[in-house]
């Protein structure tokens, strides 16, 4: 059984794939996509978005507090990117039947 994030094409410095099997722990490698369906779906162009994809994936829930210190180094607004990268995630993931992209208190989590 796999989650809906495979790999293909060459991995840039914020683009990561993730795999995970049944029973065994995620694996990262390459660049992320999404499928729905056996379809791929577009992801969002921004690297840091793709890179959230990857790092809920592996790592879920996580603290928005943690996930803008591992993206965003710089002291403008990284809650406000945050927030613009999950609304993007959720255009793309969630659907009416079924909400992927969870935000509950202070975390980050994706219901697959």
């Given at each position: 059984m796999t989650t809906c994030v495979v790999a293909?094409?060459?991995p840039?410095?914020?683009?990561v794939a993730v795999f995970r099997w049944f029973n065994d722990p995620p694996r990262v490698l390459g660049a992320v996509t999404a499928l729905k369906?056996?379809?791929e779906v577009p992801l969002p162009?921004?690297?840091k978005a793709r890179a959230l994809l990857a790092l809920l994936v592996v790592a879920s829930p996580v603290t928005r507090s943690r996930l803008c210190e591992l993206?965003?180094?710089v002291p403008n607004d990284p809650r406000g990117e945050?927030?613009?990268c999950l609304s993007k995630l959720r255009g793309?993931?969630?659907d009416q039947a079924r909400h992927r992209v969870r935000t509950e208190?202070?975390?980050?989590?994706?219901d697959l």
């Open positions: 293909t094409g060459s840039s410095s914020a683009e369906d056996g379809v162009s921004s690297r993206l965003w180094d945050l927030r613009w793309v993931l969630d208190s202070d975390g980050v989590a994706l």
